[in-house]
């Protein structure tokens, strides 16, 4: 039960349409959420295997002794559930979900030992200065951060700006794509080449921005005399943290425990520039980005923001972002394929809604040692999904390639 009403009224079973179910995730992320009526809702779509192009066709001829799939759209209002959350229940549903708990515990363990070797180390060298020291540091890096933010903020314009505001596509159309990129191994020891601590995040905001140029130049090339597209050198995008550490605790509630950061990533590979060199680039910037408190900040201003009516929250959310152009999250998976039923989840993937005035959204997880990522675009910004998806993966092959 929930909320009293019976599970089952919370759950929508149909079949999905041949070639056509893009625009059911587009209509499923655009259609506004009745919270009178529950904060999470799943449609289970079935049809012929392969009919709805979720998996890939490598994936249809795998799986020869099946002849149908099921689907199921999971969506979760944010104050419910973050990226982290919905895994893990989604974990929770599946026949190894002892299993996963188990391997979460005994992760939580390993790391409360190092955190308890680590203190022991630091209590025996610590003083009353070095504290007094450490919270002044930290209250300098408050100030520092929310400088940073504000100067984004006053200096940053969206280069999509031109493209949004004369485009006769509706504002509410959607690009929906959905790809896989490389085994979880090839992307690690791709990161690691670059430097040691160089991220699949980081990998995955050169392959975005990457992306982002090229649609740019084609905005320009195909508007012509209408405009005059500016293609920067830098433009700003948003990164999601969650303050948990990615891992949600067990007992600990589902909730929304999401900060972030806007990071100023460079465009420009010209002058001999190679994508390894950008990508070093990328990884120091987010490096330092990382050190800042700014996801806690941030966590605390849309809270204390976001709760008055829907036309400031959406003015306040836009004006934090400092004219990002995309969103990119990482969503950590499961290291082994589960099952729900007996029946084998061949493909997870996951959508991130737009907020308010950024036009890209990406999310890049992994699921049994795969890594994949979701896109979620507003149309006028991208109007190919699949276009900008190749364009994310050329960069890929560019950054392997030059290793």
Known sequence: MVNNTPLGHHIVETQHPQGEFAKTIESK?????????????????????????????????????????????????????????IAFAIGDLADEAAYLRDKIRKEMKQKEETRAQNQACYLFVVSMISS??????????????????????????????????????????????????????????????????????????????????????????????????????????TIPVHLTGGILRPGQQLGNNIGGFVSTIPLDTSNSQSAT?????????????????????????????????????????????????????????????VHWLGRRVQFLCAFLPLPPGIPIGVVISSYAGMVSFGLNADKRAVPNARKFSNWMLEEYEHIKSGI
């Open 277 to 337: 060199f950008r990508l070093q680039q990328i990884t120091k910037i987010l490096q330092r980005e990382k050190s800042l408190p700014s996801p806690m900040i941030s966590l605390q201003l849309a809270r204390m923001f976001t709760r008055g009516p829907l036309r400031f929250c959406t003015y306040v959310l836009k004006k934090f972002s400092a004219n990002s152009v995309a969103v990119v999250s990482n969503v950590k998976g499961f290291p082994i394929p």
């Open 132 to 237: 007094f020291a450490f919270m002044l540091k930290f209250v300098i890096a408050c100030l520092y951060a929310l400088l940073l933010q504000t100067w984004k903020m006053i200096i940053s314009k969206n280069p999509f700006e031109p493209v949004l505001s004369m485009s006769e596509i509706p504002a509410k159309s959607r690009s929906i794509c959905w790809k896989n990129v490389a085994s979880l191994e090839e992307v690690k020891t791709v990161a690691k080449r670059i430097s040691s601590r160089t991220t699949i995040n980081d990998v995955a905001c050169a392959m975005v921005t990457y992306a982002i140029k090229k649609q740019l130049e084609e905005h320009a090339s195909i508007m012509g005399n209408k405009t005059v597209i500016h293609i920067p050198q830098h433009v700003n995008i």
């Open 29 to 85: 992320i655009l259609s506004p959420m009745d919270v009178t009526k529950g904060l999470w809702d799943v449609s289970l779509s079935c049809g012929k295997l392969g009919s709805s192009g979720a998996i890939s066709k490598d994936d249809v001829n795998e799986r020869k002794e099946c002849d149908r799939e099921t689907v199921a759209l999971f969506r979760v209002h944010h104050s419910l559930c973050d990226g982290v959350s």
